[in-house]
């Protein structure tokens, strides 16, 4: 199946650091790209979301960043919390006929209190 | 906000066997549905995408006998694993997107298939 599918990269922070994931997307022509949290035996939950017309959104605690020229798209986390361990995948929506969403590797964050 | 959900959440099965797994969108209807699957410390893998009324399209090295889809009403999806071996063992998730101009892509909960 169509995947980009690797084992999972670490990321471990500090309680109350910023925390940063990158992704890497494989399609210069996809539209819009997701954020996702996953937690253990759980589908993912949607973070925040971006347009290919847009450079960065906000959310509460979130920023998405995309860098279209490198095809680059990453997450901050201000203020991370122990709520906040997790795997997130970075997700493109590929502008074909159903428009499917393709899953990047992923990051599993580790918080330590 | 937008509910999908499946079932059964576990299944646990003998080689050989036939599982089906229902992925529902409980307060909206769904023209898409997608079926993944992960594979522990990976990321979701597309396997098929499905569209009420028609036949499902395959991901390049996802077995169509294999892996049976039917979206048979605008909330339901169905998921059939047939003769399953042990290398099926994964963790099966389903996301349906409502109607036309809608971007968002709501995930079931998953479903968790052990083939001993």
């Known amino acids: 199946g169509e995947s980009v599918g690797l084992h999972l990269p670490t990321l471990s922070v500090q309680e109350g650091d910023n925390s940063i994931i990158n992704c890497a997307y494989s399609n210069s022509a996809s539209d819009y790209f997701i954020w996702y949290k996953q937690e253990s035996g759980k589908g993912p939950q949607f973070i925040i979301d971006i347009r290919s017309n847009m450079d960065k959104r906000q959310g509460q605690r979130v920023t998405v960043l995309l860098n279209k020229t490198v095809k680059h798209l990453s997450l901050q986390i201000a203020a991370t919390q122990p709520g906040d361990s997790a795997v997130y995948l970075c997700a493109e929506r590929m502008k074909t006929s159903y428009d499917k969403v393709i899953f990047g590797p992923g990051t599993s964050l580790s918080v330590i209190p | 906000g937008a509910v999908v959900s499946q079932h059964p959440s576990w299944v646990i099965c003998k080689s050989g066997t036939s599982v089906k797994i229902e992925c529902r969108s409980l307060?909206?209807?769904?023209?898409?549905m997608f079926w993944y699957r992960q594979f522990p410390k990976q990321s979701l893998m597309l396997m098929a995408t499905s569209n009420e009324g028609s036949k499902a399209t395959y991901e390049q090295g996802v077995e169509k006998d294999k892996f049976l889809i039917n979206h048979a009403s605008l909330t339901l999806s169905t998921l059939t694993v047939t003769s399953a071996h042990p290398e099926d063992s994964s963790f099966y998730i389903c996301?349906?997107?409502?109607?036309?101009?809608?971007?968002?892509?709501?995930f079931g909960p998953g479903t968790r298939l052990t083939v001993l």
């Open positions: 307060d909206f209807q769904a023209t898409t």
């Open positions: 996301s349906a997107r409502g109607l036309a101009g809608q971007m968002g892509q709501f």
